[in-house]
């Protein structure tokens, strides 16, 4: 554990998993260049380092997802620089209307499944 780490870089380590950060929650930035996390997810085990706030990724494929700065703010919505530019007011905006886009979709689906098996259950699937 370095309780007292503020700036970490881990660049070019060939990391494909963003795990261990529990021991480091004063990092305020975070240098994870020419790495090779893939899955945009990963970011999400960075929550664990609550005064981050300037996070550099270029070069891991993760960064090629279109939209990945918005993304990556619906997971890290404190983040105030990505990849050496500050984040903008139109990309936080961005992140909450896609946000509020997926809770919706997410319901729908949900209310969807249950009128569906609600259906099943009267019989009235209309199968065989």
């Known amino acids: 554990e370095l309780p007292e780490l503020e700036v970490l870089d881990l660049s070019t380590n060939k990391l ?10 004063n990092i305020t930035a975070l240098h994870i260049k020419e790495n090779q996390v893939t899955d945009v997810k990963e970011f999400e085990k960075l929550r664990v380092l609550p005064k981050l706030r300037v996070l550099s990724a270029d070069g891991n494929p993760a960064c090629e997802i279109e939209n990945f700065r918005v993304e990556l703010l619906l997971i890290l919505e404190r983040l105030t620089e990505i990849n050496g530019e500050l984040v903008t007011d139109e990309e936080r905006e961005a ?8 809770r919706k979709e997410k319901e729908e689906a949900e209310a969807a499944a249950k009128a569906a098996e609600e259906a099943a259950a009267n019989g009235e699937g209309g199968g065989e």
């Not at 992140?95 to 997926?102: G, H």
């Open 16 to 25: 494909t998993t963003l795990d261990g950060f529990k021991g480091v929650p």
């Open 95 to 102: 992140a909450k209307e896609l946000q509020e886009t997926r």
